[in-house]
């Protein structure tokens, strides 16, 4: 076998680290880049910190790893390469039975999956856009269903509170909303209630309550 | 936070994929609620999702649906599963489907609509890659306008359909790799319920709860097949050597035609009157069979016995074997005749219905053949007022079993009793 070839990635705060071409090509973005011609020298990656791309190298060489493993076993899963949100709708098709070692490789993929992105706020936003600027889709997929996790359940208020979101909707986009649908008709002590009661919002009071009316069974 | 792009908040929120979820976090701030309007691509309004669903009235239900999937641009894949609710109007339905139709790829709806929409017709036809549909019914298919260039996964499930039209379906989707079809509601135009089916490019077939006089399937590519609770009388598979995995629970079929097996390397087979040597005769040329499973099958004639020496022969790679069915004198002694050992066996499953002696026999029999044995499950119906016989039966049994395994220790043993 002819040997891999190997790529020098350079991250934002200078380091690099060199990658077989099998590990590159997870990143469609690292991908595109080696096809059009820039793979011979350093490929800069001004988005990403070291930090960050240690993680994404990890989660690539696994992938590699385990992709050329459940080729091994006859009946591997183009399925699990794509790391499928879909999967979570009824199996309407029963899956054909895996065998043990296949059952085995699958239970040690999520063991690891679980382990690795085991990892605080700020590294997983880090993680998102890191994902999301190399087009890597398994990892986003991964990371947004550990940020939907912490998502799921929650009001808005709470939300805002675990992601430290500022609540920003402007006077301007009040009055858009507002125009757009005149069921806007409470009192100015109703208006002075809802104020109340959600003091810290910045949505203003009327912009808020036809959020809230438009989406009540949600939010109630 | 912040300096996450848009579309990244679209699929944190995509993952969320309950509505209810999605409509919450869309409500926290500008970019969440411009991720949930133009950058959602994915859908879903579940029963289990919120008990609050079942407190809430049909109409009330459309409106929520459609003012939520009216708030969003570009859904790729859209689910409405609604197991409590008996029927949405159609006028509702229509316009989720019309609203979606430029870019969803996924589909998945169960509810009955009335009055009956042709949902298949109605949906986005360029992009659809996955169909679910379940309650509702498929007419007047006309794979010269209709055509479904990317639809791989097709499932019917409580769906009515005429045998024509089903036939029409499968060449107006010429990329289709998975079909599966649950208690479908076949409509025949002649007197014989038969059922023509052809198709390039199916990978993977189930039909469940299906009842035909004759069923004929042509698939080239075919590489698993299921059949579950289904009669047919005469069934004919045309496949071209790709045929990998082939599986029937309580199937009963008179007359079963298969070819070119010689690929095979799973059969499981449970609940199921068989031919023995016809059946036989089919996977003999099966010489990768990695898995044989025969479950609670019934021999036609009561002579028959699976004999092992021809398993050994005719399987060599044989590493996972499961056998339950009647033991009788004939079966235990001719059955384990010959000196082939099972060399790749590594696990074995035996069961039985009716505790006995021959049984243990048996257990002992076959661990003699299978020299690289790993694991052994054996698997025992217990039933609820034992008689003292049964529990001498029984504690037999666990003291054979016991004497048994001290010869082979090296072997992990594991007792499933229902």
Redesign the interface.
């Known amino acids: 076998m002819a040997s891999a070839k190997v790529f020098v990635l350079r991250t934002c705060d200078g380091e690099t680290f060199e990658i077989d071409e099998s590990v590159a090509y997870v990143s469609e973005t690292i991908k595109n880049m080696i096809e059009d011609g820039f793979g011979h020298d350093l490929i800069p990656l001004p988005n990403v910190s070291s930090k960050i791309l240690l993680k994404v190298i990890e989660y690539c060489r696994k992938h590699v790893s385990n992709f050329e493993s459940s080729k091994k076993t006859?009946?591997g899963d183009e399925k699990d390469k794509d790391n499928d949100?879909?999967k979570?709708?009824?199996e309407?098709?029963?899956e054909?039975?895996k065998?043990?070692e296949e059952k085995a490789r699958v239970e040690e993929l999520k063991e690891w999956e679980t382990t690795f992105i085991d990892i605080d706020q700020q590294v997983l936003?880090d993680l998102?856009?890191a994902a999301?600027y190399l087009n890597i889709k398994g990892l986003?997929?991964m990371a947004?269903?550990k940020?939907?996790s912490m998502?799921?359940?929650?009001?808005?208020e709470q939300?805002?509170e675990t992601?430290?979101?500022?609540?920003?909707?402007t006077p301007e986009?009040y009055e858009d909303i507002r125009k757009k649908d005149a069921m806007n008709d409470f009192t100015p002590e109703e208006y002075e209630e809802i104020r109340k009661k959600i003091a810290d919002n910045h949505f203003t009071p009327e912009e808020?309550e036809q959020?809230?009316k438009?989406?009540a069974?949600?939010?109630e | 936070?912040e300096?996450?792009?848009v579309?990244?908040i679209g699929?944190?929120?995509?993952?969320?994929?309950?509505?209810?979820?999605v409509?919450?976090?869309?409500?926290?701030?500008?970019k969440?609620r411009e991720a949930y309007r133009n950058h959602l691509h994915?859908l879903?309004f579940n029963s289990n999702d919120w008990p609050?669903y079942r407190d809430?009235t049909t109409s009330?239900l459309e409106i929520?649906i459609t003012?939520?999937i009216f708030q969003t641009r570009g859904l790729q894949?859209l689910?409405i599963?609604m197991d409590d609710v008996d029927q949405f109007s159609a006028a509702p339905v229509i316009a989720w489907l019309m609203y979606t139709r430029e870019t969803l790829r996924?589909l998945?709806y169960n509810v009955r609509t009335t009055p009956n929409v042709n949902i298949f017709e109605k949906c986005g036809r360029q992009k659809l890659e996955?169909l679910?549909l379940a309650h509702n019914s498929i007419t007047g298919i006309e794979p010269n306008y209709q055509r479904y260039p990317c639809l791989k996964?097709l499932?019917l499930?409580c769906v009515s359909i005429s045998a024509l039209d089903l036939k029409l379906l499968l060449t107006s989707c010429p990329k289709i790799e998975?079909?599966?079809l649950?208690s479908p509601e076949i409509a025949m135009s002649d007197s014989q319920a038969t059922m023509e089916l052809s198709s390039p490019t199916l990978k993977?077939i189930?039909f469940e709860a299906m009842s035909l006089d004759k069923l004929m399937l042509e698939a080239d590519s075919l590489e698993?097949l299921?059949l579950k609770n289904c009669t047919l009388e005469f069934f004919d598979l045309i496949v071209k050597g790709t045929l990998?995995?082939l599986?029937m629970d309580e199937v009963s079929v008179l007359h079963l035609e298969i070819e070119n097996t010689e690929n095979l390397?799973?059969v499981?087979v449970s609940s199921f009157t068989i031919i023995w040597p016809k059946f036989y005769q089919m996977i003999s040329r099966s010489s990768q069979l990695?898995?044989l499973r025969l479950w609670g099958v019934v021999f036609d004639d009561e002579d028959e016995i699976v004999d092992l020496e021809t398993i050994a022969v005719c399987f060599p790679q044989l590493?996972?074997l499961s056998l339950s069915y009647d033991l009788r004198d004939g079966v235990v002694y001719y059955g384990l005749q010959g000196p082939t050992q099972l060399e790749n066996v590594?696990?074995l499953e035996l069961g039985w219905t009716v505790i006995s002696d021959l049984f243990s026999q048996w257990v002992a029999g076959l661990l003699e053949r299978c020299p690289n044995l790993i694991k052994l499950v054996i698997y025992g119906v217990v039933s609820e007022a034992k008689t003292n016989e049964e529990c001498h039966m029984l504690a037999n049994f666990t003291s054979s079993i016991v004497r048994l395994m001290r010869k082979y220790m090296h072997v992990e043993v594991q007792f499933e009793y229902e």
């Open positions: 006859s009946n949100s879909w979570k709708e009824k309407a098709v029963p054909v039975e065998d043990a936003f998102l856009q999301n986003l997929v947004a269903e940020a939907a998502i799921r359940g929650k009001t808005p939300i805002r992601f430290n979101i500022k609540n920003d909707f986009e808020y959020i809230r438009e989406n069974w949600a939010i | 936070m300096c996450l792009p579309e990244v699929n944190i929120l995509s993952q969320l994929g309950a509505a209810r979820d409509v919450i976090a869309s409500a926290t701030c500008r969440w994915t879903s609050v809430v009330r929520i003012q939520t894949c689910s599963f996924r998945l996955v679910h996964s499932s499930s998975v079909l599966s649950v993977n189930c698993s299921c990998k995995h599986k390397e799973v499981d990695r898995r590493s996972h590594a696990v």
